[in-house]
């Protein structure tokens, strides 16, 4: 730095310091762009765990004999659900009678989803048997 007597910075030092903080900023947007995106990312899929949760629950709720009578009851194929913001989301589950261990169904629910920027789906799939008691 230079003093020629007066107070203040010179119009380079102003420059350097502008130049200097932009690429600071730069380097710093792109952080909470990704953080962002990640963020959204995580919520869509807690909330396809939660629906596919809720389904698998309504399925050992309604027990074996309800599955062995009626296993139609508890398939579906493609139904649509909304995944916070996200439109376009479906849920498929399927039913297998004893297609597990002797006195079990075995039960598979999977949501899926469209995620910006992703060239296929998400999806979570949970699995169990429901057995006879």
Known sequence: MVFNGKNGFTIIESLFAM??????LTG???YFYNAHALNIRSVHLS?????????????????????????????????PVAIGQMVGGKRTTAITVHGGPANTHYAAVTVAWPEPGEAQDKAVKLETYIGSR
């Open 47 to 79: 909330q396809a765990t939660l629906l596919a949760g809720s389904r698998m629950e309504d399925i050992r709720k309604a027990g074996y004999d309800a599955i062995t009578n009626a296993p139609q009851n508890y398939r579906e194929t493609d139904t």
């Open 19 to 24: 130049v200097l903080l932009l690429i600071t």
């Open 28 to 30: 710093g947007m792109a």
